[in-house]
């Protein structure tokens, strides 16, 4: 079916005209208190989500709950511009990220034994596991019931968890299984985009962009906890943009963050380097990953400048929203925690 582009990114673009602009985050940074941006989001698009998440549970709790009800609504309106279209391909790549995140969440939740409703709290129903599917994953007992659940319905995500599982059984490590979930997903994410079409390739970039991210997030924290070079490889993933197996191996063999960052100084992710400080020889990991964060999304909403008549206008509209609820949640947890503006501004993402 060839999918009318110009009718769907129309769609979109009056959906991007609703999204907070600079100055409106910067006023919510300026509200005293979580009660006030509570109010002010009432005069938002959030509003019929913060009435219907306000009528269960208040406080921090409740924006969270707002915020995640904003985003599914969103996802959902943009799978159904594209359903049974050409473009569906490409939406499905995004959204297929939220039921990878929810699978991982609800197995994480089993091992150790939370409550569903409190796992249900961190869902995100926005890909093709809808509410009712994770509400059936939530009743199962443990890990592996979730799976056989997985498997007995056909889903694809089945294939790489039992295909995984007697390891995971044998050594309880749950990061098999997740390591497992994130490689099936790039490589069915790359194969969808293996052609040779602007838009393809575009989206090809970005997919593989999300894979050096991933792997030089896991190689910092493979160096700070010591793990050797050889084990190593059990985590990261193939498919990057500029990180081949060579760079790679170059990495996980150098033995302090001095030897590492030369590696990365022909790459586009040199700006790591910046980071540092002679004077603080200590820097939070979270520092390199919100930095990784922002890199990535900032490629992601690029799409959304580019062809008006091109399928990557989508892509582009859902990284913006996907960092408008990301620092909307920043916002809500800073105004609890009584954190300042200053602090909170430090950690929002502007696009």
Known sequence: MIMDTGYVNARVRGMHSFLLDRSRLDSLVLKPDLDSLVSELENTPYREDIQRAFVTVTGIRGVENALRLNLIRSCRKILGLVRGDAGEKYVHIFLSRWDIHN?????RGKKVHIAPQEIHDCLVPAGEL????????????????VIDLLATWGNEYAYPLTRHFEEYSERSDLVILEYALDQYYYEQALALVSGRSADEKIIRDLVATEIDVTNIKSIFTLMRDGIDPQDSWRVLLPGGKVLNEKKIAAMLNSTTMDELFPHLETTPYRFLSALRDPKKPSIRMSAYQNALDKYLIMNGVRAFRGDPLSITIIIGYLWEKYTEVINLRIIARCKNAMITPEEMEAELIYV
């Not at 699978?103 to 197995?107: A, Q, R, W």
């Open 103 to 107: 699978i991982k969440t609800i197995l």
């Open 130 to 145: 809808d509410e009712a599917t994770l509400n059936e994953l939530l009743k199962q007992p443990d890990v592996k019931a």
